[in-house]
């Protein structure tokens, strides 16, 4: 039979971890008035990449809604960049503007389109870890996302598990 004290403790230790997992699970998909942020994530770079990339699905609600911008302590700069096939060349290129239309929501995958390049990484990204990333929206200003570091599948799946 536990002692009253431990019996408390216990109650308080599984009630703080149940508060812990649920905030953390609010704080990965993000909605505000006007957008949702859908589970956001990174892939994960090899031991001495300066770069990496970040992955979000945005949808708009009533109003078209564009994002110019973005940033994170885990790299010197981020930009918005998209990735097209040009004949047998895959081309990167940097991008002012990704506007996402009423009632639409964009999709951002590894392999092509939209993307946040993580430029001048601070340190690697590492599975399985999280960093901070803000979000700037013309419409609205800054969001304040958590990314997951997560392989380019496991990611993938689990974003396209949020759009029923």
Known sequence: MLKPMAWLCGVLLMGAISISMTSGALAHDVQTDALRITHPFATPTPPGA??????????????????????????????????????????????DEIRIEAGETYTMRPGGGFHLMLLGLTGPLKEGE?????????????VDI?????SAQEGSEAADGHHH
């Open 50 to 95: 300066e770069n990496g990339a970040a992955y979000v699905d945005i949808t708009a609600f009533s109003d078209p809604v564009t994002l110019i911008g973005a940033s994170s302590a885990a790299s010197n700069s981020v930009e918005l960049h998209d990735m097209q096939m040009n004949g047998d060349m895959m081309q990167m290129r940097h991008v």
């Open 130 to 142: 999280r960093f901070p990333l803000t979000l700037t929206f013309a419409e609205q200003g800054d």
């Open 146 to 150: 958590e990314v997951w570091i997560q």
